[in-house]
């Protein structure tokens, strides 16, 4: 994955740069493709809309990619406009139960499975998403009634 990269095209990283995940995937369009998926599946979501308290999901969706895209080795846009990331400071405000994150999950992988990347590349990314969702995990679920 750290492969240096001798020409310039689609995918690549300039030349003299190392090629980060984001390069390798297809950067920006992939991550806007990723996400995008993502939200639709979250707007028909009422366990995961819940905790979207605006109204129009597109802000988040934007923040979300900034950070996935920064995460990877794309641009540093999302602390150049939000500062450091912090992720499980900016969610403790909310209550993020299991079934919560098992809902988002499914709606991340059905997105990230839209991408057809290669199995590889697939693997790492579904394997970072499964941990940040349950790091973010921060109360129990309901008592059903």
């Not at 999950?105 to 941990?131: F, I, N």
Request: charged residues 25%.
């Amino acid at each position: 994955m750290s492969d240096n990269v001798q020409g310039v095209s689609e995918g690549q990283a300039p030349l003299g740069r190392e090629t980060s995940f984001y390069d390798l995937v297809g950067g920006h369009d992939t991550f806007v493709r990723l996400v995008h998926g993502f939200y639709e599946g979250v707007a028909g979501d009422p366990v995961l809309r819940a905790l979207y308290p605006e109204e129009d999901l597109g802000p988040a969706e934007i923040r979300l990619r900034m950070f996935l895209e920064q995460y990877w080795g794309g641009p540093n846009t999302y602390s150049e406009e939000r500062g450091h990331p912090r992720l499980r400071m900016r969610h403790t405000p909310y209550a993020v139960t299991p079934e919560q994150r098992d809902r988002w999950l499914h709606h991340m992988l059905a997105s990230v499975a839209l991408l057809k990347l290669d199995r590889e590349q697939e693997a790492t990314l579904v394997d970072y998403l499964v941990r940040a969702a349950y790091m973010l995990v921060n109360a129990p679920d309901p008592e059903k009634d």
